[in-house]
């Protein structure tokens, strides 16, 4: 600093800069208040995912008259409407007829250890303690539950999956809902800047109606006014290239992503100019279990997580197993990339017919997967080997192995959980599917308190703030174990509209 430069001279022209019209730091891109407002509502919800929905549900049945559910794209239902289909809860009325013994406090445990311990405990434990009456909720809202299944990372069966195979099973019953309850959903409609008043609460936001994606001028400006408060629960930012790789400078334009096209992270980053804190932005999950021979989400997940530990991952270079396949995302899928190509994972015909066919993916889509060439069928692991150009006698010595760990209930290689009703593969018929991730879910985000208000760099909470969802960060920690996201997703979205609505009790 110059030496002329004392600190009340410093004070001084900070001062005079205030005087002059510049605003503090932490507000120096919020929206000034409009002289009249365009619109007013009690509630105003951003985003029609899982969070969203939920939310505007919630805040409904908790007495907020006035909601407002708002979306950019020309379609509601988000990245959540092509997600997996399936929620964690952990000690339901479907584990117990399945002999599934589960407690919240496994839950609990289950998220910190996949986390590595950077999960922030008040998240974990509201998502682990609400996930069974979430459950029930959902049911009541029209949710069909056909499964419990498994997915790595978790130490017993929980994912409540749903007649419909994706997440459309948990948005058309919400979106029917919201129609019932009267609740707008106005799509096309953008948040460009969050509206804050002089001492930084929020008072509504500043939208363009009739926006067209990907055109960034399009639309007109409007001032909407929200009594009650605002939610962002606009998702993440997985398809925004620039800035994942802020945080992680390896994925680049070469990863996809499975997410929708609208994950692009802007409702974030305009929290961010009103000084919401963020936390854990570095930590951006891939996707073990999706194909090279498809693009985005695709099919490949609906195969690939009821195979492990059933089936066997491989490199083909080697004809060896090289991962646990039982592993939980991120252990899967460093392993894939570490290799550098993609991977294969097999599952005999008789396995695949008793866990994937007609139980995690309906035949209509296990066949489309067969047809599309995604999932492909081998008579013998003789031809397997031959057309992915993997050594025979090795592959066979790596299957053989396996098939004794099925037998003896142990893996002593890689401590890949094994499975009473798995059966040996042995030479087939089989079914295989190639590996490479894909950017799947960005951890990091805002944050916020186990309410779902957002804090300030200074971890207060910014009045009139909400967030829910993959746009908010710490509930997971390094790794978010599968499904678990879904019910992150509706627990903070109904807890928000809950705190919104002055309700103190939990849900």
């Known amino acids: 600093m110059n030496s002329s430069m004392t600190r009340r001279n410093f004070l001084g022209s900070m001062t005079a800069a205030a005087a002059a019209g510049l605003a503090a730091p932490g507000l120096a891109m919020a929206a000034k208040a409009p002289e009249k407002w365009d619109k007013t509502v009690d509630f105003l919800i951003v985003g029609t995912g899982f969070a969203g929905l939920a939310a505007a549900i919630q805040g409904h049945e908790d007495g907020i008259k006035n909601i407002l559910v708002i979306d950019k794209m020309p379609t509601a239902g988000g990245n959540s409407i092509i997600n997996g289909g399936a929620v964690a809860a952990a000690g339901t009325d479907m584990q117990k007829a399945a002999g599934i013994k589960d407690n919240p406090d496994l839950l609990y445990a289950d998220i910190l250890k996949a986390g590595g311990g950077l999960a922030h405990p008040e998240l974990a434990r509201h998502i682990a303690d609400s996930s069974v009456e979430n459950y029930h909720w959902l049911k009541k809202q029209g949710v069909k539950f056909k499964a419990v299944t498994f997915h790595g990372g978790h130490s017993v069966p929980r ?45 509504g936001i500043k939208a363009r109606q009739n926006y067209r994606f990907g055109r960034d001028n399009s639309g007109k400006t409007v001032y909407i006014r929200a009594l009650k408060g605002v939610l962002l629960a606009a998702g993440g930012f997985s398809r925004n290239v620039p800035m994942r790789m802020e945080h992680d400078p390896r994925l680049n334009e070469k990863f996809g992503s499975t997410n929708h096209p609208g994950a692009t992270g802007e409702v ?23 194909s090279p021979d498809e693009e985005g989400f695709g099919l490949a997940p609906l195969f690939v997580e009821p ?44 396995n695949a017919m008793n866990k994937i066919y007609g139980k995690n993916m309906t035949p209509e889509l296990f066949n489309r997967a067969v047809e599309n060439g995604v999932v492909r069928k081998f008579e013998n692991l003789k031809a397997l080997a031959d057309y992915y150009k993997i050594d025979y006698k090795t592959l066979k010595e790596t299957n053989d192995k396996f098939d004794g760990y099925i037998k003896a209930q142990k893996d002593p290689e890689f401590n890949c959980m094994m499975f009473k009703d798995a059966v040996p593969n042995g030479d087939g018929p089989f079914y295989a599917c190639r590996l490479w991730p894909r950017v799947h879910h960005t951890m990091g985000g805002l944050s916020i308190t186990d309410k779902a208000q957002v804090k300030d760099a200074h971890l207060k909470v910014i009045p009139g703030l909400y967030a829910a969802g993959e746009i908010t960060g710490g509930v997971h920690g390094m790794v978010r174990l599968g499904t678990v996201a879904v019910a992150d997703c509706i627990i903070f979205g109904r807890t928000a509209a809950h705190t919104a609505a002055g309700k103190t009790s939990k849900l």
């Open 159 to 203: 994912s409540h999956a749903v007649m419909e195979n994706s997440g459309a099973g948990f948005i058309r019953p919400m979106l029917a809902k919201c129609k019932e309850y009267g609740i707008p959903v106005q799509l096309r409609t953008i948040l460009d800047e969050i509206v804050v008043d002089d001492k930084g609460a929020v008072l």
């Open 268 to 290: 974030l980053q305009a929290a961010q100019m009103i000084g919401a804190n963020t936390v854990q932005m570095d930590w951006i999950q891939l996707g073990p279990w999706t």
């Open 307 to 350: 195979a492990v530990g059933y089936g066997l991952m491989v490199d083909p270079a080697t004809g060896k197993r090289f991962i646990q396949e039982t592993g939980n995302r991120k252990v899967r899928a460093d392993a894939i990339v570490a290799i550098e190509h993609p991977t294969i994972i097999y599952i005999s015909e008789k």
